[in-house]
């Protein structure tokens, strides 16, 4: 993208206010004055100033910040905002996957220790349940071989 010398001007000045607002208690009041140059900065500078106060200040919330956006630059506000929260929702997603996975694999060794020993005690549940993915495939492991339950879950 060519930048003329007002947009590089124009660019300067929104992210010095960014700087300049950041860290004051009153960004929330102030935001309209930060994201004065809105409609002629990029969606990428705009991205980068809210995520900029998003890490550097607890003052902004996301309501807020799509308030704001809706007065200075309507058009662009879902885009902006789609872009601030991805990465939120992209960790969300990550986080429920590693989780589903460990409840897999729990559900799946105590069915593999219900099969080889009868019941399983609520105790060896609740341990099994609470453990990490590491645990409960080493557990897997040892369930294949053990002579008994108590075998599975002993250290080495």
């Known amino acids: ?13 929104a992210f010095l206010k960014a700087l300049k607002y950041s860290r004051r208690k009153n960004l929330a009041l102030r935001i309209d ?3 004065a140059e809105a409609p002629a900065l990029t969606n990428e500078d705009l991205v980068m100033i809210l995520t900029y106060f998003d890490k550097s200040s ?3 919330n996301n309501e807020l910040t799509r308030e704001a956006l809706l007065r200075i630059v309507p058009h662009q506000m879902e885009q902006i905002m789609g ?14 996957k590693a989780e589903g996975k460990v409840e897999g ?6 069915r593999l220790l219900e099969r080889r020993f009868g019941v399983v005690p609520e105790h060896v549940r609740q341990r099994i349940f609470a453990a990490d993915v590491h645990a ?12 008994d339950l108590n075998s599975v879950f002993e250290s080495n």
């Open 1 to 13: 993208m060519d930048l003329s010398p007002y947009s590089t001007e124009v660019r300067l000045r």
């Open 33 to 35: 004055v930060v994201l």
């Open 58 to 60: 607890k003052l902004l």
């Open 83 to 96: 872009c601030i929260t991805q990465p939120f929702y992209d960790r969300g997603m990550a986080e429920g």
């Open 105 to 110: 694999e729990a559900r799946i060794l105590s």
């Open 136 to 147: 409960i495939e080493l557990w897997v492991d040892r369930a294949l071989d053990a002579p």
